[in-house]
């Protein structure tokens, strides 16, 4: 059994920030600004605040710009040359690049929720068991991100996840395994997609 204090090392934290921003006119999303920095540096730093003691992260829009521009000092960046085919590439690419890390299970996150802050991912990353868990944060009942994936389910999840669907059909697949964690008093699952939307980052 593991502890709480250990869940850090067994678990990597894996952000998905490889989006153009094409309705945000073409603004690649990781490099959005909040509270002074690139939205990818936030993600990071909540990540590593709810817990997470490795970072990867997926680029794929502007990624020399974003290698450039952000602090990404300590997180393993992993490039996905698919980006264009959704969201569900950066994923395999993801958990491609955790094989052989020592990873028990790969926490996910998305670069354009900033209202999903550490106690969110903290939950999730205290739900975690081993390599067979599946835990996904909720809002009012309904599944949202970060999602916490033990490494028994990497291969079914990499042959399943295409477009913009990510790992939807995987877990809905596996909804009776699903452990549903509560996080709308800590959280908002708010997504940064169009311009209207840019309110809620603080510049």
Not at 74 to 100: F, K, T, Y
């Amino acid at each position: 059994m593991t502890g709480n204090g250990g869940n850090g090392d067994e678990v990597a934290g894996l952000l998905l920030a490889a989006g153009a921003g094409r309705r945000l006119g073409g603004r690649p999303k990781a490099l959005l600004r909040h509270r002074g920095r690139p939205l990818v540096e936030h993600a990071v730093a909540v990540l590593r605040a709810g817990g997470c003691g490795r970072v990867h992260v997926v680029l794929g829009a502007a990624a020399a710009d974003v290698r450039e521009r952000a602090d990404l000092s300590g997180c393993v960046v992993v490039d996905n040359p698919d980006w264009e085919r959704g969201m569900g590439s950066s994923l395999r690419a993801g958990l491609g690049s955790l094989a052989g890390t020592g990873a028990r299970a790969a926490l996910v996150s998305l670069v354009d929720q900033p209202g999903i802050g550490p106690g969110a991912v903290a939950r999730v990353l205290a739900a975690y068991r081993d390599e067979a868990s599946l835990v996904s944060a909720a809002y009012e009942g309904v599944r949202g991100h970060p999602v916490l994936f033990g490494a028994a389910h990497w291969a079914g999840i990499t042959e399943t996840a295409t477009g913009d669907r990510g790992a939807r059909a995987y877990l809905a697949a596996h909804e009776d395994t699903v452990a549903l964690v509560e996080c709308g008093d800590v959280a908002r699952a708010y997504d940064i997609d169009t311009v209207a939307d840019l309110i809620h980052l603080d510049e």
